[in-house]
């Protein structure tokens, strides 16, 4: 920064010209400075990273005044008297991490006193003890604490090769006058990122809370509609039973176990084999599973149970979701229904018969009437005997056609006697 650009002093360092009052900048110096505020801005303009921050600060505070290099040390978060170096630039790059005692430093005391530090020379200055036994090689230096609403958030170092000049004054203000703002911008970025980060958690535990309630809405609909979910590792054959597992069954996860030995037993001796074939064929062959069991309840109950899985077709998926269903309901309500279509089919076959044989029987009766009113029926004792017997069997069929009558209005299931004779329960 050229020499005519004059400011307050603020080290005990002299005057330079012009200390009575601030002469104006040179065209281009002002021109350089603008272009460096507007870099400066659009920084502070994007989104807040720190990153971002603390390699603007160190890369400009560098150009700024002519100063080889740059580093940025904040307060280390996991020891109070440790400042760690954030960011470096130019010929003090590839610093970052480096760890620097508070008390006793030359960039401690910036940081503790909240006051510049001026150096003429870091090579002779008993402050910069920590860097010399580090191997660092500076000369004039200039530490500026970054002072935020509260507090010092940061301190940026600068400084020049061995032998360079020194810093001015004018170069103290400059400097101090941009990093007030990206003490500004640094914390900031801090409550942006503490802001972010709140965000981010109540985000996620909106998330949780949203997965908890739909996972209590399935639970529910799962128990209704008498299913439970479970995992199926193909390679492993591992299994993991979710809690719908209880409202189905009963049992809990843990009791099934995570292997077909576990929780085969809980499925009828008869259909074990079955089941274990099923899941065998489906995990070899890469079908889809479906097999019918039944399953014993925990209370003891025999419940009729559908295990089904959909094995997917991409290579390497070893997860597989499955189903339980309980259909024992379903399967009695179709075995009930079943019994009434062939009641109303027993009960049409009936009205047809009834109606078949009716009408026959009434002619056959009325012709023996009148056949035994003939005097040549009387007069032949042998066919007096069988028209009689033509009539009790007659009165027979009759009868059972009655008796089909009443089992056709009030329906009942019959039975056939061992003589062969037919009994309708309730009679």
């Not at 739909?214 to 993991?240: C, H, K, P, Q």
């Not at 062939?342 to 009936?350: F, G, H, K, S, V």
Request: glycine share 8%.
């Amino acid at each position: 920064m050229p020499a005519s650009w004059t400011s307050p002093d603020v080290f005990d360092t002299p005057p330079g010209p012009g200390a009575s009052g601030a002469s104006p900048l040179p065209p281009h110096a002002a021109a350089e400075l603008l272009a460096l505020y507007q870099r400066v801005t659009r920084a502070l303009m994007r989104p807040a990273e720190a990153a971002r921050i603390t390699l603007t600060v160190v890369e400009e505070a560098t150009c700024l005044v002519g100063a080889t290099g740059a580093v940025l040390y904040v307060p280390d978060l996991e020891d109070d008297g440790v400042l760690r170096a954030l960011a470096g630039a130019g010929s003090l790059s590839g610093w970052e991490g480096e760890l620097l005692p508070t008390d006793g430093s030359f960039v401690g005391r910036a940081i503790q006193t909240g006051e510049g530090q001026h150096s003429p020379d870091l090579a002779v200055d008993a402050r910069a003890y920590p860097l010399r036994e580090a191997g660092r090689e500076v000369g004039p230096a200039l530490a500026l604490p970054l002072r935020g609403a509260s507090e010092n958030v940061a301190v940026l170092l600068i400084a020049r090769a061995p032998g360079g000049a020194a810093f001015s004054s004018d170069d103290t203000v400059v400097v101090g006058a941009t990093a007030e703002l990206f003490a500004v911008a640094l914390e900031n970025t801090t409550l942006f990122q503490r802001a972010r980060g709140d965000r981010t958690e109540l985000r996620a535990r909106r998330r949780e809370t949203e997965t908890a309630r739909w996972f209590s809405v399935y639970e529910a609909a799962a128990r209704m509609d008498g299913r439970a979910v479970f995992l199926w590792n193909i390679r492993t054959e591992a299994f993991d039973w979710g809690d719908t597992l209880t409202s189905l069954l009963g049992y809990p996860p843990a009791e099934f176990g995570s292997t077909m030995q576990q929780w085969l037993p809980h499925v009828k001796e008869d259909d074990r084999a079955e089941v274990a074939d099923a899941f065998s064929r489906a995990a070899r062959e890469g079908v889809a599973l479906l097999v019918h069991c039944r399953m014993i309840h925990n209370s003891g109950a025999t419940r009729q149970i559908v295990l089904r899985a959909t094995l997917p077709p991409a290579v390497g998926v070893d997860q597989v979701i499955g189903i339980l269903e309980d259909v024992t309901e379903r399967e009695r309500l179709a075995t009930s229904r079943d019994k009434q279509s062939r009641a109303d089919a027993a009960t049409e076959i009936i009205r047809a018969l009834r109606h078949e044989i009716n009408n026959p029987l009434a002619v056959v009766i009325g012709q023996l009437q009148l056949l035994q009113k003939e005097d040549a029926v009387a007069e032949n004792p042998l066919l007096q005997e069988s028209l009689e017997a033509i009539q009790q069997e007659s009165v027979r069929m009759h009868e059972l056609v009655r008796r089909l009558a009443a089992l056709e209005q009030y329906p009942r299931e019959p039975f056939v006697t061992p003589t062969g004779g037919v009994n309708i329960p309730g009679e």
